[in-house]
């Protein structure tokens, strides 16, 4: 049950960062609820397509559907209250980080795949959705940017690992390893670190 509210709250997170990055393109309704819809389900599907889990996850159960829904209506209904929708987004976008590394993580070892491909997995269940809403609203996706961003998720998969080998309980593994991603994320923000640009000068 635990391990599922995590996933509804990351879908949250995630459909709510759509719905704010809609927002700022001004779209309309209907373009601002397939925002949020790919967003929160689409790193998701990547991963149950490869690991051949189908029909995807959010097929088989509509609490997902209902939950997009409601962080749709939500963002909507309390967009004034959030006059700060670039503080907002990068809010969620990083709940919804660290939520779906560790999701990412947990698939991954279900069906006896390696750590490092369970890294994998994770940073692609975390990132894909977020791929997918900013190539939809014309920008370029924030993963391919010097900003540290898919690096987080590696480390957030690393320090699972780690910390699973010191036999640490799984609950407390949980919130340690998205802890260490929502942390890190925001000190790379605060502090301004980036991975260094491979082009011209």
Known sequence: MFFYL????????????GVLTALNKKMDPFGVFVIAFVTAVGGGTLRDVLI????????QDLNYVYVITAGFVLAIIFRKKLDKLRTSLFFFDTIGL???????????????LHPVICIALGTMTACFG??????????????FRR??????????????FLLKAL???????????????????????MFKWSLPSLGKN
């Not at 900003?147 to 480390?155: F, N, P, Q, V």
């Open 147 to 160: 900003e540290i961003y898919a690096t987080i998720c590696i480390l957030g998969g690393g320090v699972f």
């Open 6 to 17: 995590l996933d509804i709250l990351g879908t949250m997170a995630f459909a709510i960062s």
């Open 130 to 143: 977020g791929v997918t809403r900013d190539i939809l609203c014309n920008q370029i996706p924030v993963v």
């Open 98 to 112: 660290g939520v779906f590394t560790l999701i990412g993580l947990e698939k991954g070892m279900d069906v006896n």
């Open 52 to 59: 051949g889990r189908t029909p995807v996850g959010w097929m």
């Open 167 to 189: 036999d640490v309980s799984n609950g407390l593994l949980y919130i340690l390893t998205s802890g260490v991603i929502i942390i890190v994320r925001l000190m790379a923000v």
